[in-house]
């Protein structure tokens, strides 16, 4: 039997153009695709959404479903195909937006994968990101005009959050003076951002409100925080979120009190 299996497959090696296709097949891996979310990003460039997802090589090919977030969100296929990624713009500005992933492997179906939510973003973010960690703090050497967004889906499953990260440098028994200008807010009201410097408590974030950085050492001190928006003033269970263009700037300096 082995022989006979053995001859037919030697055959089939002879004919022309099933070389390459069968040898394919004998040494592909026999296990089933995984089922990892894609990878979904927002905010590059405004009524567009990447949605990518690595090469799988159990699968023939991909099938990206969409459905708009909502308590009951429909899925609906916008892609098929062996590329690793999709721009989606057929989408409506400042909607929500639920991607999942399906693979093929021959007449099998592999999926849903975990879906992941996008934004159709109508402003693009800030030039500074991405500083979303100590690591990647901004410096301050100037005025800095930057935005911040907040999205959550349906029952907030999904969350896309951004965070800035600053530094700033304080020279020695010196108080460092700063603003946070929030567009479309009334000077000195609450608005919606909160500010956490590294090692203290976190703080709302008054328009055009002082914020000082105090530095009692002998020494120049570099200070970290950075700034996000309340979820729970921004965000909704029924699915909400907003995007907010801010300036953060220098007001002054003051000698520490002996």
Not at 22 to 44: G, H, I, K
Not at 63 to 90: F, M
Not at 141 to 151: D, G, P, Q, V
């Amino acid at each position: 039997m082995i022989n006979r299996l053995s001859f037919v497959i030697f055959a089939l090696l002879l004919l022309p153009g099933c070389t390459d296709g069968l040898l394919e097949d004998l040494s592909r891996e026999n296990d089933n695709p995984n089922t990892d979310a894609p990878e979904v990003t927002s905010f590059v460039e405004a009524g567009l959404i990447t949605i990518s997802w690595e090469e799988d090589s159990c699968a023939d090919e991909y099938a990206l479903y969409r459905a708009t977030d909502s308590s009951t969100p429909v899925y609906e296929q916008i892609y098929k195909g062996t590329d690793l990624s999709y721009e989606d713009t057929s989408i409506e500005l400042e909607s929500r937006y639920l991607y999942c992933l399906y693979k093929i492997r021959g007449t099998e179906s592999f999926g849903p994968s975990d879906s992941v939510m996008g934004v159709a973003a109508s402003t693009e973010m800030d030039s500074y990101e991405s500083n979303d960690s100590y690591e990647e703090a901004v410096e301050y050497t100037s005025a800095i005009n930057a935005n911040l967004f907040y999205y959550n889906s349906y029952n907030k499953e999904h969350i896309l959050m951004d965070k800035d990260y600053y530094s700033i440098t304080v020279k020695p028994s010196m108080t460092g003076k700063y603003e946070i200008d929030v567009d479309n807010v009334t000077d000195g009201e609450q608005t919606n951002m909160i500010i956490q410097e590294k090692g203290e408590n976190a703080a709302a974030v008054n328009d055009e409100g002082e914020i000082t950085f105090k530095n009692d050492s002998a020494e120049t001190v570099t200070f970290y925080f950075y700034v996000y928006l309340d979820g729970d003033m921004v965000g909704d269970a029924s699915g909400a979120g907003s995007l907010v263009c801010y300036t953060l700037s220098y007001t002054g300096e003051s000698t520490n009190p002996d």
